[in-house]
């Protein structure tokens, strides 16, 4: 599927397995902080994951595992502070995953359902899928998805951490297998 929308074109890979590059992938972060005054940028890293194409499009999966500890802003203090108990608290859970139960095209774009599993809880949410182009035996994604931190019991210094976050994903996956022939 092609999108008609200036920067929303989803171009669909052959169907397959394509495995999600850690390396050349990665999870931007927007939240409020200071009573909702200020804006926070930071990342988190891409453990692993897959992308399983299928035909129909609306059979195909996500998997995508996060690295709560590699979350980096452009202060350490705040890196600290997200990192421990008194939010992500990434030693006692080391890992954001992703694993989609349903895709339905939605006009220009493709919609990715499924269940979060973060800090204990697990919560579903829609990951609005904007951008992809297939370039040889690679598959590049652009993905958005909005979380509210309260419902995965992440609830702690409120007022100075915003309840609602933007997760946009910047994924780079290289086909494993196709049905078309060999990547």
């Given at each position: 599927?092609?999108?008609?929308g200036?920067?929303?074109v989803?171009?669909l890979?052959?169907?397959?397995?394509?495995?999600?590059?850690?390396?050349?992938?990665?999870?931007r972060y927007?939240g409020?902080?200071?009573?909702g005054l200020?804006g926070?940028q930071a990342t988190?890293?891409?453990a692993?994951?897959?992308?399983e194409?299928?035909?129909?499009?609306?059979?195909?999966s996500?998997?995508?595992?996060v690295?709560?500890a590699?979350?980096?802003?452009d202060?350490?203090?705040r890196?600290?502070?997200?990192?421990s108990?008194?939010?992500?608290d990434v030693?006692?859970?080391?890992?954001?995953?992703?694993?989609s139960?349903?895709?339905?095209?939605?006009?220009d774009?493709?919609?990715v359902i499924?269940?979060?599993?973060a800090?204990?809880?697990?919560r579903p949410?829609?990951?609005t899928?904007d951008?992809a182009?297939a370039?040889?035996t690679?598959?590049a994604?652009?993905a958005v998805a909005?979380?509210?931190?309260?419902a995965?019991g992440?609830?702690?210094?409120?007022?100075?951490?915003?309840?609602?976050?933007?997760?946009?994903?910047d994924?780079?996956?290289?086909a494993?297998?196709t049905?078309?022939g060999?990547?």
């Amino acid at each position: 599927m092609t999108g008609t929308g200036s920067d929303n074109v989803v171009q669909l890979p052959p169907p397959g397995t394509y495995r999600v590059d850690p390396t050349r992938s990665s999870v931007r972060y927007t939240g409020r902080h200071m009573f909702g005054l200020g804006g926070v940028q930071a990342t988190f890293a891409v453990a692993a994951g897959a992308i399983e194409v299928a035909e129909p499009t609306s059979a195909s999966s996500v998997r995508l595992s996060v690295d709560p500890a590699t979350f980096t802003s452009d202060k350490t203090r705040r890196d600290k502070q997200v990192k421990s108990k008194a939010l992500l608290d990434v030693e006692q859970y080391p890992e954001i995953s992703f694993r989609s139960t349903a895709v339905r095209a939605d006009g220009d774009q493709w919609q990715v359902i499924g269940d979060v599993t973060a800090h204990g809880s697990t919560r579903p949410v829609e990951i609005t899928v904007d951008r992809a182009t297939a370039s040889g035996t690679d598959v590049a994604v652009h993905a958005v998805a909005q979380l509210d931190r309260y419902a995965f019991g992440v609830t702690g210094v409120k007022g100075m951490a915003g309840r609602h976050v933007t997760l946009e994903f910047d994924l780079i996956a290289a086909a494993t297998s196709t049905s078309a022939g060999s990547p």
